[in-house]
């Protein structure tokens, strides 16, 4: 009898869920969802999932091999892109069948005010020019870039507290995890009297209120732009990740 495919699932959207559980129940495979662990609260909705970084390149080529890896899709943050550049080098080296799964960006419409950058850094820059109270909507990873801008607000929003000792902006934090409705984002923007919002284009649902909300209150938002990806065999949807996964069925 022939083994089970084994497939990997590097996860960190929310679609990443969904690939899991409908690819767990194609006949001859069987799926491991792997999350990066940023935060201690990270959901676990699917068995096996392993929980926690692979050691760089060398140390996820090493766990490919000795799990017997057959099949790797990339769900992982639009902005995770050194584990997507280590997963399409690894693969390549291996020989190992890869496709990444990449939600479309936000896409900017006429009555948009949104000043489009290429990272934390020039957001930072060019923020003084634009206001004084800004909804930082950026994660908790990134707020270093930041803290050096002593005069102005910042409302900060992540799933976590930063870690003790960490450098954090002036202003307020809150620890809250999505999705947020329209009504909700819209009376966060007025409640902190924001001025500017910073986001990265994350694309997907669960945050896209808030760019709703700055619509209709003709509020700025510095979109950073997201890193390039690998070069590779890239879907869009869950249905054509799991109908890229069924023409691997023996």
């Given at each position: 009898?022939?083994?089970?495919k084994?497939v990997l699932i590097?996860g960190g959207?929310?679609d990443s ?7 767990s ?6 799926v491991i ?5 940023r935060t201690?609260?990270?959901i676990?909705?699917?068995?096996p999932?392993?929980v ?5 390149l ?7 091999r ?7 899709i990339?769900?992982?943050h ?9 997963a399409?080098i690894?693969t390549s080296?291996l020989?190992i069948p890869h496709?990444?799964?990449?939600r479309?960006?936000w ?13 934390n850094?020039v957001?930072?820059?060019?923020l003084?020019e634009?206001?004084s109270?800004?909804f ?5 990873q990134e707020l ?5 801008l ?6 900060m929003r992540?799933?976590e507290?930063?870690q003790p000792?960490?450098s954090v902006p002036p202003g307020k ?6 999705p ?5 984002e ?12 910073v986001s990265?284009?994350s694309g997907g649902?669960?945050?896209?209120p ?8 003709s509020?700025?938002v510095v979109m950073i732009?997201r890193?390039s ?5 890239q879907?869009?949807d ?10 691997y069925?023996?």
């Amino acid at each position: 009898m022939a083994r089970h495919k084994r497939v990997l699932i590097l996860g960190g959207i929310e679609d990443s869920w969904k690939l899991t559980r409908l690819a767990s129940t194609i006949p001859g495979f069987e799926v491991i969802n792997s999350l990066a662990g940023r935060t201690c609260r990270s959901i676990i909705r699917f068995k096996p999932t392993r929980v926690g970084g692979f050691g760089g390149l060398s140390g996820l080529k090493n766990y490919l091999r000795d799990q017997k890896i057959d099949l790797l899709i990339d769900a992982t943050h639009p902005f995770a892109s050194k584990i997507s550049c280590n997963a399409a080098i690894a693969t390549s080296e291996l020989k190992i069948p890869h496709l990444m799964l990449v939600r479309p960006a936000w896409k900017k419409i006429e009555s948009d005010r949104w000043l489009e950058v290429e990272s934390n850094e020039v957001a930072a820059k060019v923020l003084p020019e634009l206001a004084s109270r800004i909804f930082l909507s950026i994660g908790r990873q990134e707020l270093a870039s930041y803290t050096h801008l002593k005069d102005l607000w910042f409302l900060m929003r992540m799933i976590e507290s930063p870690q003790p000792y960490s450098s954090v902006p002036p202003g307020k934090i809150l620890t809250e995890r999505g999705p947020f409705s329209l009504g909700e984002e819209r009376s966060l923007l007025q409640k902190y009297q924001i001025e500017t919002i910073v986001s990265k284009n994350s694309g997907g649902n669960a945050t896209y209120p808030k760019i709703v909300a700055a619509r209709e209150l003709s509020i700025p938002v510095v979109m950073i732009q997201r890193p390039s990806l690998p070069e590779g065999d890239q879907v869009s949807d869950v249905e054509s990740a799991v109908s890229w996964l069924r023409n691997y069925i023996d």
